[in-house]
């Protein structure tokens, strides 16, 4: 048992380590990679168009149910 132990411990560690020697380098580049940015045309192009007619509250309203004290 304790030679299966040992077995399975040294090839999980090997296993292990290759997934963190390509997460860390990964990581890294991440930090310094600049997100990609999605600007309002873009966004505003692919947005589903507002229906009026299902709007139930008023912006009053919907403050109202916020419960925020001023």
């Known amino acids: 048992m304790k030679r299966a132990l040992i077995f ?3 090839w999980l560690g090997v296993a292990l ?3 963190f020697l390509l997460w860390f380098p990964s990581a890294i580049g991440i930090m310094y990679w600049d997100f990609p ?3 309002t045309p873009h ?3 692919h947005a589903d168009p507002l229906d009026a007619s299902t709007i139930k509250l008023s912006p009053a309203e ?3 149910t916020l419960g ?3």
Request: proline share 0%; glycine share 0%.
């Open 8 to 10: 399975v411990h040294r």
């Open 17 to 19: 380590c290759l997934i």
């Open 37 to 39: 940015e999605v600007r």
């Open 43 to 45: 966004r505003v192009a």
């Open 62 to 64: 919907a403050y109202a």
């Open 68 to 70: 925020v004290n001023d």
